[in-house]
């Protein structure tokens, strides 16, 4: 399904409502799967919806209170939530927004997103096997530290760009780990264990692979090496 139906007003909005969503998902402390939960949820309420500008943010307030029940359990207020927004939403409102998301999705939300992915593939996402700039890897712990907050890194970047929003979750996942192993100098690129672990080969994530290291070059050329090319052959 093409999620670029959108309208152009919406999808010049969608910039501002994301990172709306990350300061109020940093606020309060939310985990990576609700904040990709409510972006999903937003994005694809907005390809069917024609919104008015007015009611943008409403709308990814209840996205936010819809993924935050179904992955934390807990409840965050109504009130809470309302105190994020630019303007001020009636309570029914809010209410009658969070209800109406549930009706479009007919109350499954067991959709896989990109984070579900990333927390599956992260588990062996180094190995002992695996070398740093050509070398034994001397300290994995770090190495695994380092390699998760770039993976996070991408993981955010990835939200931000539209041109994702049609890529199966899996594949942006995994493009997202190809892109933090090459940018921390981890070889071989992408080995057999990774795709067998996400199912994806070289050829299916590169074309997500370059985008990220083209946006990311473009934007910020420093620190990381490798921009030149995918360094998936």
């Not at 009611?55 to 307030?61: D, G, I, K, N, R």
């Not at 996942?173 to 981890?186: E, F, K, P």
Request: hydrophobic share 45%.
């Amino acid at each position: 399904m093409c999620l670029l139906h959108v309208t152009r007003l919406q999808l010049q909005s969608r910039p501002s409502l994301i990172e709306w969503i990350f300061h109020v998902a940093e606020d309060l402390g939310l985990s990576k799967r609700a904040v990709h939960l409510a972006i999903y949820l937003l994005d694809h309420f907005m390809d069917r919806h024609n919104i008015k500008p007015s009611h943008l943010q409403l709308v990814a307030l209840g996205c936010i209170l819809v993924a935050v029940k179904y992955e934390h359990g807990d409840v965050c207020s109504f009130g809470t939530m309302n105190d994020y927004a630019t303007e001020k939403y009636p309570l029914k409102d809010i209410k009658h927004m969070e209800l109406l998301i549930l009706t479009f999705f007919e109350w499954d939300l067991t959709m896989p997103t990109i984070a579900e992915f990333a927390e599956l593939f992260m588990r062996s996402a180094v190995t002992i096997g695996d070398l740093l700039h050509g070398k034994k890897i001397s300290c994995m712990v770090v190495t695994q530290r380092a390699l998760l907050d770039r993976f996070s890194f991408f993981l955010t970047a990835s939200l931000e760009d539209v041109r994702y929003l049609d890529a199966p979750p899996s594949v942006v996942a995994s493009a997202c780990l190809a892109c933090s192993r090459q940018t921390l100098g981890i070889t071989p690129l992408w080995p057999m264990r990774m795709r067998m672990l996400t199912r994806h080969t070289s050829n299916d994530i590169r074309p997500f692979v370059l985008i990220l290291l083209q946006s990311l070059h473009s934007s910020n050329p420093s620190p990381d090496t490798g921009y030149g090319s995918d360094g998936l052959d």
